[in-house]
């Protein structure tokens, strides 16, 4: 009797689970939902030729000294590129989560997100002609719109299922952390290493993240540019003349 109500307690419990994880769907290494990385800029057709790709960034850890190509406004940003490889729904992309780690650093940056608005069309032949399309995924624009309850407009691939956005990979509060902390962090030149996914919801409902990618960021000693003697002696004897 005993084995039987345990028997009859673990089957309540699948079906109660089963029932929870309506509403989220498991997206093992980015399969159906991917970050491709980060890229240089945001193309004019996200269809078209793919941007040159961006493994890590350079910048000084005070901004206020000097602005790096990567840093903006208090802030270090990047593009981040982003693949649907759903057939049949479309994601809108909602937020994006960051965590940082700085090797021999006796405190770590807290991690944080920020809002990141994205929308992503079915796959479909606007990225795919019928084959696989390396995520273990099936494009095509016919089989896309086939069985899928998406209207024309999303469904005949006028909608590409790649999109690109740029975000602050390192924002102004955490580039404020870092000069506060500086006696727990190495001495400049040292690497941050940013790792990031992103996060949005289908057009079925279902909540989906992506793969992680890592962003390395080197931050180097700051650009104080002092005035020299003899920019000194020169303007002084100017002057008297």
Excluded: H
Excluded at 102 to 116: C, E, F, N, R, V
Aim: contains cysteine; negative net charge; hydrophobic residues 35%.
């Amino acid at each position: 009797m005993l084995k039987k109500n345990i028997f009859k307690v673990l089957i309540g419990v699948g079906l109660i689970l089963s029932v929870l994880s309506c509403g989220s769907t498991n997206n093992d290494q980015g399969v159906s939902f991917t970050f491709l990385g980060y890229f240089s800029e945001v193309p004019d057709d996200p269809s078209g030729a793919v941007p040159a790709g961006v493994v890590g960034l350079s910048a000084p850890l005070s901004t206020a000294t000097g602005e790096s190509s990567a840093s903006f406004g208090g802030a270090i940003v990047t593009v981040a590129g982003v693949q649907n490889n759903l057939s049949g729904q479309f994601i809108r992309v909602d937020r994006i989560f960051m965590s940082y780690n700085i090797p021999g650093a006796s405190a770590q940056p807290p991690d944080t997100s920020a809002a990141l608005s994205i929308l992503l069309g079915p796959a479909s032949s606007s990225t795919s002609s019928g084959g696989d399309t390396g995520t273990g995924t099936e494009g095509g624009g016919s089989s896309g719109a086939s069985g899928s309850s998406l209207p024309d407009s999303f469904a005949n691939g006028s909608l590409s299922n790649i999109n690109y956005a740029q975000f602050m990979v390192v924002p102004p509060e955490i580039i404020a952390w870092l000069n506060f902390n500086r006696a727990k962090l190495p001495e400049p030149p040292f690497t941050m290493t940013v790792t990031a996914y992103l996060s949005g919801v289908t057009s079925a409902g279902d909540r989906m993240d992506t793969n992680s990618v890592p962003l390395f960021i080197q931050f180097v000693p700051d650009n104080v540019i002092e005035p020299t003697e003899g920019s000194d002696s020169s303007s002084s004897s100017s002057t008297s003349g």
